[in-house]
Each structure stands twice: as structure tokens, then as C-alpha cells.
């Protein structure tokens, strides 16, 4: 449990701790550390982000009991591998996202349903190995608003279960490769 005076958790803060199960941050919180969580492995309680606004990279990284993770308005930046390999099972964002840096929700088993708000501007997608939803291979719902990102976050990984895209009203233009495997 953090105080509410803490509005930033630093980089490293609780890596590794195996036996943390329970996470209540603060309601102002602006901004976990890189590595902050990294490899707390028995984490398994909700994750309320409601004023976060930077995710550090591998902030979450291999917390693969994390479920549920409620993503609030203000979030601005997802670091690299933030959400790698975590059990998370919805990746909803609101509006005000901006980016999503490379592989921020790779090998997210349990991943079902992604939704890009029209504020995001950049999704990482450079190479198969790094792009942000890489072997997410149980989504089955993407909904996509993103009209100024024209990277693909979902190309070459394995997306066979995949049976609903919506793209938002304001979508002129669908990235190249949008739903090559799919």
C-alpha cells in the first residue's frame, strides 16, 4: 500500500519480489519507474491506473498472475515490454493515449481485446521480434481509432483467432498490412 503523497514509483522499486501479491497505488500516482514490478511472479491483484500518465519500460514485466488492469484517462506513454508476458485480459485505452512503445504487451497469452483511442500516434512496429502486441495470440476483438498511427502493432504474429475489427468513424485510411494475419 502506497501513500497518497507518493505520486512516482522508481525504477526498480519492487523487482523480483516473488511473494507480492497485493498492489494498492496511489489515486495520484503519475508515474511507475522502469522495472518497478519486473518479475513479481505471484502478483495477481487489479491494477487501478486511474491518474498514471508514463509507464516505465518492463514495468510490469513477467507478472503472468496480473488479470485485470483498469487504464486510466490520463495515460500518456506505455513503455517497452511494460506488459510483457502478463496475464493481462483487455487492453482498453482512453483517449489522451499518445504511444505504445515496442513489444509493451508481447506474449500476453490471455490477451483478448485491444482498443486504440484516436490519440495515439505511435505503436512500435520496427521488426517482428519488437511489436507491441507480438504473439498476442488469443485476441479476439480489435477496435481501431487510431487514424494518425500508421503502424501496424498486430503484423506478422500469429492472430488466427481474431473475428471483430471495428474501425472508428474517424478512419480514412487503413495501415498497409492491417489484418495480414488475421
Do not use: M
Amino acid at each position: 500500500v502506497f501513500g497518497d503523497s507518493i505520486t512516482r514509483i522508481p525504477n526498480y522499486f519492487c523487482q523480483s519480489f516473488d511473494k507480492l501479491k497485493t498492489v494498492i497505488l496511489p489515486s495520484n500516482l503519475e508515474s511507475i519507474g522502469s522495472n518497478a514490478f519486473h518479475g513479481c511472479d505471484s502478483l495477481s491483484s487489479s491494477i487501478v491506473l486511474d491518474s498514471v500518465q508514463t509507464i516505465g519500460s518492463q514495468a510490469f514485466y513477467n507478472c503472468y498472475c496480473i488479470r485485470d488492469i483498469k487504464f486510466g484517462r490520463n495515460l500518456k506513454v506505455i513503455g517497452s515490454s511494460a506488459f510483457e508476458n502478463t496475464g493481462i485480459r483487455s487492453a482498453i485505452f482512453h483517449e489522451g493515449l499518445d504511444s505504445i512503445a515496442n513489444s509493451a504487451f508481447s506474449s500476453c497469452d490471455s490477451l483478448k481485446v485491444v482498443s486504440i483511442p484516436s490519440s495515439v500516434r505511435y505503436i512500435e512496429s520496427r521488426n517482428v521480434g519488437s511489436i507491441a502486441f507480438a504473439e498476442c495470440n488469443a485476441i479476439d476483438s480489435i477496435y481501431w481509432n487510431a487514424h494518425n498511427c500508421h503502424d501496424v502493432p498486430f503484423k506478422s504474429t500469429n492472430n488466427a483467432n481474431v473475428r471483430v475489427v471495428v474501425f472508428g468513424d474517424s478512419i480514412t485510411r487503413i495501415p498497409n498490412y492491417f489484418c495480414q494475419s488475421f
